[in-house]
């Protein structure tokens, strides 16, 4: 496969070979003779061919086989060719696990580490557990009492009320939403040049925190966001869980061909379909057949046919009857304009302005009313589907027939509701026939998210080219227990993780270790990351007291550059920063716009949302210390948290050391070292001698959060001792 496939894969079948499956491999070849005969390696013209001494005939060219990998085919061949199943797709197996055994995740990681010869780390302690924890599944931080009540309830459910308190929490919701926005490419704004902002966007972000909070299954979960307006009975929710679909660009430029737009759109659809929930790439399909995995490009445009009938559709799903009526009728008049247009563009490319133009009238004014948009399936004039050549949406080959919606046949076939496949019946089969890989694919991702790397490393793609698992028997076994006894359940696979010894073990490295598993594939300890950029703002502002903690609503505008807002293509940045408390909401609230995202997030590795995100990559360089240190944002959290330290009642005698103290504790969930409180207190003493004798200096860095009767040197020389706790390594880092 490794050296075969360039020429004899999916985008070349050189002599009409292919060697991506073994259905493929024993297929005829363009000397009508197929290449592999099952126990017969003397008689198979493969052989004869890594074998030739002739340079003429040898294959493959470049790189000859060695000897050893000739004789391994060899004996291939001659035991019958046999080819396992690729491990993605096989039956999940959940093998019954030894009388004893306490926890299956303990006994999975912890039977490869002994095989291995490795010892596991210790456990971490309390402290660092419930800071893990807190920023795990709520993304925000422990109070100080919260720690100390940890820390000191040694009861046996101790941990698990705590787990279970913080699943419980509304704050849980927006953490784990976070995740899942990033695989639906969630923006606030359509994209491309002109870059319009999405008033009702933030309703589908709401529904995701709904939906987690209450623990919607997974596979109610997929069908309500692929097939919503398909459910029987459907609600005004089932329909906002169609935006999922929205979240794809639209091109409101003038003169665009709206039907490329659209084609464009359902492209993006089934890519997306293909990373969030079969963790495949399947994108290249579009114009050829996969080059490394058996997926034709037929396939392809079978799935093309589910999103190939379902267009934009809107509503006023939160009016009064009556009101709703009203601005119905009053959108419909620009509606039949538009519709007009695109019945007369199909013969009239010069009406291509006006249309997007009426387009954008038509954006403006359902803004202005408060429309939600949607999507609904059409149940008339039904679009026909073709493959496309070489991907071209103005190619279409009529002449090889119709294609028929249904899944690629690499995974099981589906079992319809009706003749003609729907996208209900296609999100029915995600979650039965093909609910093997896709419970894999979930598993390792919540597994990434609570330890910051998966089992299986390449999260977008669980096909050939993808490693295998590290863990590839821990994996099957979650994946089989989430459906079958989890019931999908995304609460208890995260209480299932979080309740092993694994999960709980300490992040520091080891010396002994170094050589053996410096990248701890074996799971010897737990790692240690850079929170994600949302959840670093939002720790600054609680520990600083600014968080303003309120759930969902439309999003809102922290202060960016003024040169990050006017990026855009449209002249007017639109409406200015927030002000008040909307000011300090958390990250996921955060207007997103494509073209102009928040400065602060991409320094810390946000996405773009321009492609489905499941995993994001952690860098670390110079642009993010400067940024939490300088950035008005994070200098206003500085200040909040200087104002919040000077407002406690401390001990008079020990008033800097009792501050410098419960900083410490207030941000790093830990108590402090002597040599932390001395190092802090010289650097009081050094801001106070300075900002004494430079007044000026010290109102402008204590700027708005001034603590009442307090001397702005005293003030300031606090706001530097804020800033640097603030810009440590241990704030920004889950241990």
């Known amino acids: 496969m490794e050296k075969c496939s360039s020429c004899h894969g999916g985008v070349k079948k050189t002599a009409g070979l292919s060697v991506l499956s073994r259905e493929l491999l024993l297929a005829d070849t363009d000397a009508d003779e197929p290449s592999v ?124 009320d705590l787990v279970n308190g913080l699943l419980g929490s509304e704050h849980y919701g927006e953490r784990w939403a976070r995740h899942w926005l990033d695989e639906a490419r969630y923006a606030d704004s359509e994209g491309y040049e002109k870059d319009s902002v999405k008033s009702d966007a933030y309703h589908f972000r709401d529904w995701v925190i709904r939906a987690i909070n209450e623990d919607m299954p997974f596979d109610e979960f997929t069908k309500k966001q692929i097939a919503g307006d398909l459910l029987p009975d459907r609600t005004s929710d089932d329909l906002l869980a169609t935006k999922f679909h929205l979240q794809a660009q639209f091109n409101l430029e003038g003169g665009v061909d709206s039907e490329e737009d659209r084609t464009k759109r359902v492209i993006d659809r089934i890519n997306t379909v293909g990373t969030v929930w079969l963790a495949t790439t399947i994108g290249c399909c579009q114009c050829h057949d996969h080059p490394y995995d058996p997926i034709a490009q037929g396939d392809y445009y079978a799935l093309y046919a589910f999103f190939n009938n379902f267009d934009l559709a809107a509503d006023f799903l939160d009016d009064p009857p009556e009101d709703a009526e009203q601005k119905r009728q009053q959108r419909m008049k620009h509606w039949n304009v538009i519709a007009d247009l695109s019945r007369r563009q199909v013969t009239d490319k010069n009406l291509s302005f006006e249309l997007q133009g009426k387009l954008t009238n038509l954006r403006t004014l359902d803004n202005k009313l408060g429309v939600t948009r949607f999507l609904l399936e059409r149940t008339s004039d039904r679009r026909k589907t073709y493959v496309f050549r070489r991907g071209d949406f103005l190619q279409p080959l009529v002449a090889e027939g ?25 999100a029915n089969w995600l979650t039965a026939e093909a609910a093997p890989i896709v419970a894999r694919v979930r598993v390792n991702r919540v597994w990434m998210h609570l330890f910051g790397r998966p089992l299986a490393a390449q999260t977008i793609d669980f096909g050939s080219r993808g490693e295998l698992p590290s863990h590839p028997e821990l994996l099957d076994w979650l994946a089989d227990w989430f459906i079958h006894e989890a019931g999908w359940s995304r609460k208890e696979l995260i209480r299932m993780i979080v309740s092993s010894e694994i999960y709980r073990k300490s992040s520091d490295t080891r010396l002994d270790m170094a050589q053996i598993d410096a990248d701890n594939r074996l799971l010897w300890r737990q790692n240690r990351l850079r929170v994600d950029a949302e959840i670093l703002r939002d720790i600054c502002l609680d520990v600083s007291g600014l968080l303003y903690r ?24 639109g409406p200015p920063v927030s002000e008040g408390k909307d000011r300090y909401r958390r990250g996921v609230y955060t207007l997103c716009r494509r073209t102009a995202i928040d400065p602060n997030l991409l320094t810390f590795d946000c996405p773009d949302a321009s492609a489905a995100t499941p995993r994001r990559e952690r860098s670390n360089n110079a642009l993010q210390a400067l940024a939490t240190l300088q950035n008005e944002v994070f200098l206003e959290a500085a200040q909040g948290f200087a104002k919040r330290l000077l407002c406690l009642d401390v001990d008079l005698e020990q008033i ?49 959060h001034v603590a009442e009767g307090v001397d702005p040197a005293e003030n300031a020389s606090w706001v530097v001792v804020a800033r640097t706790i603030l810009n440590l390594d241990e704030f920004i880092t889950r241990q």
């Open 37 to 160: 005969i099952p126990g017969d390696a003397a008689g198979s013209e493969l052989i004869r061919r890594v074998s030739s001494s002739d340079v003429d005939e040898r294959m493959p060219p470049d790189e000859p086989l060695s000897q050893s990998e000739v004789q391994l085919l060899r004996r291939w061949i001659d035991a019958g060719a046999s080819w396992p199943e690729h491990w993605a797709y096989r039956p999940l197996v959940r093998n019954a696990l030894p009388a004893g055994t306490t926890h299956p995740i303990d006994y999975f990681v912890l039977s490869q580490l002994s095989q291995a010869g490795v010892w596991p780390s210790p456990k971490a302690d309390r402290p660092t557990l419930i800071r893990r924890l807190f920023l795990d599944l709520t993304g925000l931080l422990p109070s100080t009492r919260e720690v100390a009540a940890f820390v000191r309830d040694r009861s046996p459910t101790a941990y698990d």
């Open 402 to 426: 119709e294609v028929a919606p249904g899944p690629p046949r690499l995974w099981p076939p589906m079992k319809p509701t009706s003749w003609h496949a729907s996208r209900l019946d296609f």
């Open 550 to 573: 309120e759930i969902g609503g439309p999003s809102v505008r922290p202060p960016i550059p003024t040169h990050v807002a006017k990026q855009s293509f449209v002249s007017n940045p």
């Open 656 to 704: 800097d050391r009792d501050r410098l103290g419960l900083a410490i504790q207030m941000a790093l969930s830990r108590k402090p070292e002597v040599f932390e409180v001395l190092t802090l207190a010289d650097l009081l003493a050094d801001s106070r001698s300075f900002y004494r004798r430079h007044p000026e200096e010290a109102v402008r860095l204590v700027g708005p």
